[in-house]
Structure formats: structure tokens, C-alpha cells
């Protein structure tokens, strides 16, 4: 569904991601006081196990301290307090860090996440907005990934060992490879299934991966449309400068309302499609294969007939020596059917001969023949 205002618009210009940042950690529960996020006690605690110098805030939260300066100059991260010449920071600060991480990880921008995060100091609320963000960005299906072996993938395909294949496999995100393992994370077991299945049928490794692109692109199109249209009916009304608590989680509740029915469309209209062009492309091969000729092993063999030599040689001077076979057998074919023809109009004289009149059958002569 579409995002709100808040929500990520790319990410147009470097100055838009967090400087010298590092890949964002996960989103972590709050340490306890004097413990790392890991759990380990910190080497060195603030007395009161929530005051940090800058470089042990860095330390628990991922972030370095670069990163930490920059956020408070654009006003994402409180002041510290002054003491003397120290700043010190509180759990208040860490726990507005993690906030950003997580955002930055669900690919908002440092100018959208300002903007929530004043919307939350101001009291108007994000609790409903974050629920927002965890029900468009989590998984919109109910497939379950799965891993598996190197070895088990080229089995999987019949012994076939194709590095540039496993590697094209990578790139679109077929196969996830896992550090320090020769394994791989298969995010969706169906779409790799189907590729194992048409390449048992006979479809080239490059055939299969050149398709999934193209059929990417086509259903990222379909998708954009599906979100366009829902932006002009459904959400519009959420689509303000700053929607409220009740408005995100009414909006989060819609898109969990409406998740499905864009596949279950796609779904039944691929099925419809599929049945009338499967239909229409059986009747062109079959039209098509009744137009060619018949194949060596449909045509009867051909019987030898004796003739005799006076009458080869009389039809070798008429038509001459390359056409003896084709004149004889036109020739037999033309008399066998002059005699069908005598035969149905026979038939058909003695039928008119016995109406109702109860006329004598007559005998019908044939042209050219003596009385």
C-alpha cells in the first residue's frame, strides 16, 4: 500500500543517509543498565548506568561517533547535557539511536525520520505510524524460505554444475548465499521448484533466468498499478501531512485487509489468460500441422504394377521418359474415378425410375455406347 508522507521517497543525494554510517544493527531490546545489548557487562559503566560519554554511546548503539555529532546538528538527536566540560548523554539518547537505525533499515530517509520523530516529541504520536511501517514492510506472503546445500542445488537440477547459472541466481535473489557456509537461504522454495521443473522439461538454465526478468518487470508493473489505484480509492484520506495515531493504525488495518486480494486477482486472472491462449495456441498448432505435407513415414509405399511394353512405350514417346510414372498412375486414378461417377449416376437413374407413379425401371445408357 502506498506509504504515508513520512514514508520512504528514495533516496536521492548522499546527504540524505546518516554520514559515515555503518550497515544499521538490528533493532534491539533495551539493555539494561551497566550491560551491553548483548548482554555482557559493559567494561566501563557510567556510575548510574544510564549516563554515556559520546564514545560508549557509540559503543552501544552501533553508530559511530561521527554519525552521532551529525544526527544532532539535524536536530534528530537531543542535546547532551553540559557538565563542565563533558557532554553526557542518557538512555534516552540510545533508545532515539536504535529509533533511527530501525527506520534507516526500513529504507526511510534522515529527512522522513525527522519529520516522525518530531511528530512523536510533539505528542501527535508514531506508535500507529510504526505499525504502519511493520505492515507494509513485512512479508506479503505466506511462503516460508527454506536453505539449501550446494550439493542439494545441483542434484536439484540433475547433476548440472553451472557456476555462471548459481551466480545469475544471486543476482536476482533466486539463492542468497550465507557467510562463511556453501549454503544458501531460498527465500521463496516454490519459484525455485518451478525452475527445477522446467529445466527437467527441457528449458536452458539462461532461458529460465532471462523469463524471471521479464516476468519481474511485468509484475512490478502490475504492482504499481494496484498501489495507484488503491491510492485514489482507499487511502487518500490518510494521505496528510501528518496522520494521526488513530489514522496510521486505521490505514495499517486496510493494508492488512487488502494484502491479499492483489494476488488472488493476479492468480485468477493468469488463470483465465492461460486457459484461453493455451486453447488458442493448441487449435494454431493443430491448423498448422494439418496444412504440411505428409511425412515420409505417413505415405503408403508404393506397389510395382507390370505393364506392357508396347503400352510404356507408347506412353514414353507422349509425354516423354520423366513423366512415364505420373501419367500412368493419373491416368489409372482418372478411370477409377469415371467409374465411381458411372456408378452414383446409375444409382441415382434407377432411384428416379421407381416414384410413386410406379413407373418400369429403365435402363440408363451411358454416352458413346452402342444400343
Do not use: C
Not at 512479508?139 to 536439484?156: C, G, K, V, Y
Not at 494521526?244 to 491479499?260: F, G, K, T
Amino acid at each position: 500500500m502506498p506509504p504515508s508522507p513520512s514514508a520512504p521517497q528514495g533516496d536521492p543525494a548522499s546527504e540524505e543517509r546518516s554520514p559515515d554510517r555503518q550497515p544499521p544493527p538490528a533493532p534491539q531490546r533495551e539493555a539494561p543498565p551497566g550491560s551491553t545489548p548483548s548482554g555482557a557487562r559493559d567494561p566501563d559503566p557510567s556510575p548510574q548506568g544510564s549516563e554515556y560519554r559520546i564514545e560508549d554511546l557509540a559503543h552501544r548503539s552501533g553508530a559511530t561517533v561521527r554519525t552521532i555529532r551529525a544526527y544532532q546538528d539535524r536536530g534528530l538527536l537531543p542535546k547532551p547535557e553540559r557538565r563542565g566540560r563533558a557532554n553526557v548523554y542518557d538512555d534516552s539518547h540510545l533508545a532515539r539511536l536504535r529509533q533511527i537505525a530501525d527506520l534507516l533499515e526500513r529504507g526511510y530517509t534522515l529527512a522522513s525520520i525527522k519529520e516522525l520523530l518530531e511528530a512523536w516529541d510533539e505528542g501527535r504520536g508514531l506508535g500507529g505510524v510504526l505499525g504502519l511501517v511493520t505492515e507494509v514492510d513485512g512479508p506479503w506472503t505466506d511462503e516460508e524460505s527454506d536453505r539449501i546445500s550446494r550439493a542439494e542445488l545441483e542434484e536439484l537440477f540433475g547433476g548440472e554444475h553451472d557456476d555462471t547459472a548459481v551466480a545469475e541466481a544471486v543476482t536476482l535473489g533466486v539463492l542468497v548465499p550465507l557467510p562463511d557456509r556453501d549454503e544458501y537461504l531460498v527465500p521463496s522454495p516454490q519459484e525455485l521448484a518451478v525452475a527445477a521443473e522446467l529445466h527437467r522439461a527441457g528449458v536452458p538454465l539462461t532461458a529460465i533466468t532471462g523469463h524471471l526478468r521479464e516476468l519481474r518487470g511485468h509484475m512490478e508493473h502490475i504492482a504499481a498499478r494496484f498501489l495507484d489505484f488503491t491510492n485514489e480509492h482507499v487511502f487518500i484520506r490518510y494521505l496528510g501531512a501528518h496522520p494521526s495515531d488513530v489514522d496510521a493504525s486505521e490505514a495499517a488495518d486496510l493494508v492488512r485487509r487488502l494484502r491479499p486480494l492483489a494476488q488472488q486477482t493476479v492468480d485468477a486472472e493468469l488463470a483465465r489468460a492461460m486457459q484461453k491462449l493455451a486453447a488458442r495456441n493448441l487449435r494454431d498448432h493443430l491448423r498448422t500441422a494439418a496444412a504440411l505435407p505428409p511425412s515420409p513415414e505417413e505415405v503408403q509405399p508404393a506397389e510395382q504394377v507390370r505393364l506392357p511394353a508396347e503400352t510404356v512405350e507408347a506412353v514414353r514417346a507422349l509425354v516423354g521418359e520423366a513423366q512415364v510414372a505420373e501419367f500412368v498412375a493419373a491416368a489409372a486414378e482418372r478411370e477409377v474415378r469415371a467409374r465411381a461417377m458411372d456408378r452414383m449416376a446409375g444409382v441415382s437413374a434407377v432411384r428416379e425410375g421407381t416414384g410413386d407413379q410406379g413407373s418400369p425401371h429403365q435402363e440408363t445408357e451411358r454416352p458413346g455406347t452402342g444400343g
